[in-house]
């Protein structure tokens, strides 16, 4: 009698766990088939979000269907992870993504201001992205290497025009305005991720090939 009951509770317990895989699949199912997935983000618009994209950097196609906004801060250490997950999807999605980086040096990092300048002062040589990828890749040597040995990493030919430039003191005008627009949005923390026109309430680095993914599907 005492198998009897435990076969028969045996069986029930198998019977209620395949009916909550199938109500599982079940809600999961038509987002999938929409091209939808469950991102564990919020996400709220942000009106007239191409003015932002003007006053960044634009790494990629500047016609691609998916652009990466970020506000960020070269000694900001969440940025230095974030940049390995673009990284990812600029090599998994090529032209169909592309990524802004909008400059907001926080006033709690000492060479935050410095590195900002040392990046545009690449970026008028046609480095920018590498340079982006030195400073994060070297970050624990900020204010210990000078911006002209990041500058050769980085693939800087004219270290003489990128010396004089990086040392100059007058404020950079996309700096300012990256803060200005930063300010306006009530920024308060590095990175800042506004993924066509949907600004994240966190970094989604984890997510961030899947919300690219998602993008496109729509």
Same mark, same amino acid.
């Given at each position: 009698?005492?198998?009897?009951?435990?076969?028969?509770?045996?069986?029930?317990?198998?019977?209620?766990?395949?009916?909550?895989?199938?109500?599982?699949?079940?809600?999961?199912?038509?987002?999938?088939?929409?091209?939808?997935?469950?991102?564990?983000?919020?996400?709220?618009?942000?009106?007239?979000?191409?003015?932002?994209?003007?006053?960044?950097?634009?790494?990629?196609?500047?016609?691609?269907?998916?652009?990466?906004?970020?506000?960020a801060d070269f000694e900001?250490?969440?940025?230095?992870?974030?940049?390995?997950?673009?990284?990812?999807?600029?090599?998994?999605?090529?032209?169909? =993504? %592309?990524?802004?980086?909008?400059?907001?040096? +926080?006033?709690?990092?000492? *060479?935050?201001?410095? !590195?900002?300048? #040392?990046?545009?002062?690449?970026?008028?040589?046609?480095?920018?992205?590498?340079?982006?990828?030195?400073?994060?890749?070297?970050?624990?040597?900020?204010?210990?290497?000078?911006? =002209? %040995?990041?500058?050769?990493?980085?693939?800087? +030919?004219?270290?003489?025009? *990128?010396?004089?430039? !990086?040392?100059? #003191?007058?404020?950079?005008?996309?700096?300012?305005?990256?803060?200005?627009?930063?300010?306006?949005?009530?920024?308060?923390?590095?990175?800042?991720?506004?993924?066509?026109?949907?600004?994240?309430?966190?970094?989604?680095?984890?997510? +961030?090939?899947?919300?690219?993914?998602?993008?496109? !599907?729509?």
């Amino acid at each position: 009698m005492r198998a009897k009951i435990d076969a028969i509770a045996t069986i029930v317990m198998c019977l209620a766990a395949l009916f909550v895989a199938g109500m599982v699949g079940f809600r999961k199912a038509p987002s999938a088939r929409r091209g939808l997935i469950d991102i564990p983000y919020s996400a709220t618009p942000v009106a007239n979000w191409d003015t932002l994209v003007r006053a960044g950097i634009r790494v990629g196609d500047p016609n691609s269907r998916v652009t990466i906004v970020e506000f960020a801060d070269f000694e900001c250490p969440f940025c230095a992870r974030f940049s390995e997950s673009i990284n990812q999807v600029e090599a998994e999605f090529g032209k169909d =993504v %592309s990524h802004v980086f909008v400059h907001y040096p +926080l006033r709690s990092h000492r *060479f935050a201001r410095p !590195a900002a300048r #040392a990046a545009e002062c690449a970026s008028a040589q046609g480095h920018f992205k590498s340079m982006q990828d030195v400073l994060f890749a070297k970050q624990d040597s900020l204010g210990l290497k000078s911006w =002209v %040995s990041y500058a050769a990493e980085a693939g800087v +030919l004219d270290t003489a025009s *990128f010396s004089h430039c !990086a040392s100059d #003191a007058k404020p950079l005008a996309s700096v300012e305005e990256g803060l200005r627009l930063g300010a306006g949005l009530g920024v308060t923390g590095t990175p800042t991720v506004i993924i066509n026109g949907l600004r994240y309430s966190s970094p989604p680095g984890d997510s +961030l090939s899947a919300i690219v993914r998602a993008a496109l !599907a729509r």
